[in-house]
């Protein structure tokens, strides 16, 4: 008789495994840590994340799996397989460079944000965001989207007595429980069109539903995607964004930018591709029209933020998160039409990881340059370089990179390997939107990079770069520029291993 207990492989789910425990360490010392060390509950968590990470590296040798089912070995609701270990890495890596940036935003606003709750809360949600990608069945999928998704509520209005933060956390939480519901909706739907939660099972499943079941199939496929295009801030659910990370502490602005939409795209990508491939003809056009709108929506707000140099520079990011979102969605509807989906979401990941290194670069300059300046507007760039000659060639250096410009290589090579995607799977038409909105971005990246170079207004505010800001920036900094020397790198590291 076999048992019905399993044997846990406890280094496949180290790297979630080890983010939670740091949070729970954080939280039962910040009830015994005297006021005056609670700063070392940051090195803590920097600690804790940057082990967190290091921690995939002895994966990366084979696939593993636990927790599968009994009788069926090959089915399974953990997987540490190359895609796994890749957003891993993004999200761990993502993490790690938030809360470099924290700890400078906790030592200048100490007495609005809480230090103990406030690590709890980041390593969380990052513990969840780092499940997410080795989920492979609807109930762990849904569980880590929800561990990355609460804590995160928390975080952007967690600033003592700022209206704008709760505001912010509120329309945060609104829109994000719509998505949680419609997603939840969508996947019972397919349990009970298929009668089983693993996704491998789900994809054999249901392209045999009987026919009085075939209607919910499609609806429960419908709702699914419409809750992660929630998640991924994809147009017209995009409507949250501005406002929640303009009301959010800077660092959880930058951390939802890029860990936030990892988790989405990571959801979207194992329900369409590996659940749903024989429903291709309903995911494949919808995410196609998805990804044109997204990226057309963005880019023209952005556009109108970029034309004042009184708008806020964090909103004017979140615009442009929402355009780049659009462009992550190209290659996995080309996945859909094209004989080679791994190459397609290959492109999405190495687009993902770019985004995330750039992007996260210029939020870190943003915290820097908000450090003197409260309301961190567009025109408070304006001579940086007299001031900070390094800071301004990096930021200069990371819009070229979200614009696709050289010396930016690594942000063109990105944007190629989607038009590629997009070509060689037929969408012509969706590759001459993209061009389009190139186009458009061009103009508002390189209208805040030319004023990084202007004379300034008035005598120029220094600005002191602590060491976590430091840090953070050198390693974005010389992640950008590295990838950009060789951006074949990327590719080959990101080869997904999902099929």
Not at 454 to 467: C, E, Q, S, V
Request: charged fraction near 10%; include cysteine.
């Amino acid at each position: 008789m076999s048992s019905l207990v399993q044997s846990v492989d406890w280094l496949a789910i180290a790297p979630p495994t080890l983010a939670a425990v740091t949070g729970l360490l954080i939280l039962v010392a910040d009830l015994f840590v005297a006021e005056h060390r609670k700063p070392l509950l940051g090195g803590l968590a920097v600690a804790g994340l940057a082990a967190a990470t290091l921690m995939l590296l002895p994966l990366l040798d084979a696939d593993r799996s636990t927790f599968c089912l009994v009788g069926d070995p090959g089915t399974c609701s953990y997987t540490a397989d190359r895609f796994t270990l890749v957003i891993q890495f993004l999200v761990l890596g993502g993490a790690l460079l938030t809360a470099l940036l924290s700890v400078t935003a906790l030592d200048d606003d100490r007495r609005r944000l809480p230090g103990g709750e406030y690590w709890f809360l980041l390593l969380s949600s990052a513990a969840g965001a780092a499940l997410l990608p080795a989920a492979r069945d609807l109930a762990t999928l849904v569980v880590a989207l929800e561990v990355a998704s609460l804590p995160a509520f928390a975080l952007v209005g967690l600033r003592h007595g700022d209206r704008r933060s709760s505001e912010a956390a509120l329309k945060f939480f609104l829109s994000s429980v719509t998505a949680t519901a419609v997603t939840l909706m969508g996947v019972s739907f397919l349990y009970a069109a298929t009668g089983s939660l693993h996704l491998t099972r789900i994809a054999t499943r249901i392209q045999d539903v009987d026919g009085q079941l075939h209607t919910l199939a499609q609806t429960g496929v419908v709702l699914t995607l419409v809750g992660f295009a929630f998640k991924t801030a994809a147009a017209p659910f995009h409507f949250w964004v501005p406002d929640t990370y303009v009301g959010a502490p800077l660092p959880i602005a930058a951390y939802l930018s890029v860990i936030g939409k990892a988790v989405g795209f990571t959801g979207l990508i194992l329900v369409t591709v590996v659940a749903l491939p024989s429903y291709a003809d309903v995911w494949g056009p919808a995410l196609a029209v998805l990804a044109a709108l997204t990226m057309t929506v963005g880019n023209v707000g952005a556009l109108r933020q970029g034309a004042g140099r009184a708008y806020s520079a964090v909103r004017l990011l979140a615009w442009s998160s929402i355009g780049q979102a659009g462009f992550l969605l190209v290659p996995i509807a080309a996945a859909a039409y094209s004989g080679d989906a791994e190459k397609s979401i290959g492109s999405t990941v190495a687009y993902a990881l770019m985004y995330a290194a750039v992007n996260l670069g210029a939020f870190a300059v943003a915290a820097l340059v908000g450090r003197g300046h409260r309301l961190n507007r567009v025109a408070d760039y304006r001579g940086l370089y007299a001031t900070n000659p390094l800071t301004a060639l990096l930021m200069g250096f990371f819009l070229l990179c979200l614009a696709g410009l050289p010396p930016g290589i690594i942000g063109l090579f990105a944007k190629v390997t989607v038009f590629a995607a997009a070509v060689d799977a037929g969408l012509g038409w969706l590759a001459v939107v993209m061009a389009v909105n190139v186009v458009i971005a061009l103009v508002y990246y390189l209208r805040w990079t030319a004023l990084l170079f202007r004379a300034p207004d008035g005598t120029p505010a220094r600005h002191r770069l602590p060491a976590p800001l430091t840090a953070a920036l050198a390693l974005t900094g010389v992640l950008g520029v590295a990838l950009s020397g060789a951006p074949q790198l990327i590719v080959r590291f990101t080869g997904t291993g999902l099929f």
